[in-house]
């Protein structure tokens, strides 16, 4: 099962290697003996190397191990199909090849939860069908209002951009991101036009959204299984009528809404740090859930400036860096265990 490209071996790292190592030692052991423990959960994972520095950090293999759950690495060299047996497959990898592996393997082992169906998550993959589906949500009701913002595809021809953006009725500033979301660092910039002209200078294929002031914060929703953990992160400054007359041009920022970018301690206007309803919250999740076919993700929000429950959802990340959600390590072991104990209850009685 050799994989073409940067990941060859998932325990390049050597601690992780040797936390690896060690749960799969005392896995055998148990086995060995005969010794069944109360909630055993064996996690198989294939993440790329960032991914497993970021999310299998200390504290939550130390928890994950006091509680019978076991993170083992994925060998890329040797068939899926032989390694195990799994109850959980975590994975993030990217590339056609993996994806078919671990559709076959979820189609041949089906008493397997895979995290998350490749099919399901091909879908983020491509800006334009993960914000269709928030536009098909009916997220209207006395606790808020859920849209996206205007925005225009654009796959080709960058000299037509100005033509294509004015027929359209898009309103500048313009956020001008690439079509496509690969996991790579590209994948994630955002560029900023503030005029007409300047279009021609974006490189297609990519989405063009209107620009809503938000007062330069942004909401990060984590969502793992059922459970949602919301923070505040710094985003883009509001822009003012009489700024936009004045600036001109494209001009790029770096990524928003890292760990970095906190939010949640500073001192900001209480109507623009106050958190969106939770019915609101849930409401959102459980839809999207059902729509993606995901458990595990987060959607980044934005409040209207000015308004007190109008929203928008700008991006949606699949597995999204939750090494910097606060007490990410409880929320994924009991998300974890509550599929053990989900399985549990489908099984029919003897």
């Known amino acids: 099962m050799r994989l073409k490209g940067e990941i060859h071996n998932p325990c390049c790292d050597e601690e992780e290697e040797k936390v690896a190592e060690e749960n799969g030692r005392e896995l055998n052991s148990i086995v ?13 994972y294939a993440l790329t190397s960032k991914k497993k520095k ?13 509680m019978g759950i076991f993170f083992i690495a994925i060998d890329l060299n040797r068939p899926l199909s032989d390694q195990g ?11 056609k090849e993996w994806s078919e592996i671990i559709e076959d393997y979820r189609q041949k082992n089906p008493e397997v939860t895979v995290l998350d169906p490749p099919n399901a998550v091909q879908h983020l993959h491509n800006r334009q069908s993960m914000l269709q589906g928030v536009a098909d949500l009916n997220l209207s009701d006395c606790h808020g209002r859920v849209g996206v913002p205007k925005q225009l595809i654009v796959t080709k021809d960058p000299l037509s951009i100005p033509n294509e953006v004015d027929k359209a009725g898009l309103k500048l500033p313009l956020v001008a991101k690439p079509l496509l979301v690969d996991g790579s660092a590209k994948s994630h910039e955002l560029f900023l036009a503030y005029d007409q002209c300047s279009l021609s200078e974006l490189e297609p294929p990519l989405v063009l959204q209107e620009f809503v002031n938000h007062g330069g914060v942004l ?10 953990k919301v923070v505040r992160r710094f985003s883009l400054p509001n822009i003012s009528k009489r700024e936009l007359e004045k600036l001109a041009g ?17 001192d900001l206007d209480p109507s623009i740090a106050e958190l969106p309803e939770r019915p609101l919250l ?13 458990r595990l993700f987060n959607v980044d929000m934005i409040r209207e400036h000015g308004t007190k429950d ?34 549990h209850k489908k099984r029919p009685a003897t």
């Open 85 to 95: 047996p799994f109850d959980v497959v975590l994975h993030k990898l990217a590339g």
């Open 310 to 343: 109008v929203f928008y959802v700008i991006d949606i990340n699949y597995f999204p860096g939750y090494g910097k959600m606060p007490d990410y390590e409880h929320i994924f072991t009991d998300f974890l265990l509550s599929l053990v104990q989900s399985k």
């Open 250 to 266: 494209v001009f790029r920022f770096p990524r928003v809404s890292c760990a970095a970018a906190s939010a949640d301690d500073a």
């Open 54 to 66: 970021s999310f299998l950090q200390p504290k939550l293999l130390g928890l994950a191990r006091n």
């Open 32 to 44: 060995g003996v005969g010794i069944s423990p109360p909630a055993k959960l064996v996690v198989g």
């Open 219 to 228: 909401f990060k929703v984590y969502i793992v299984g059922e459970a949602i």
């Open 282 to 294: 849930e409401n959102l999740a459980r839809q999207l859930r059902q729509r993606l076919g995901l």
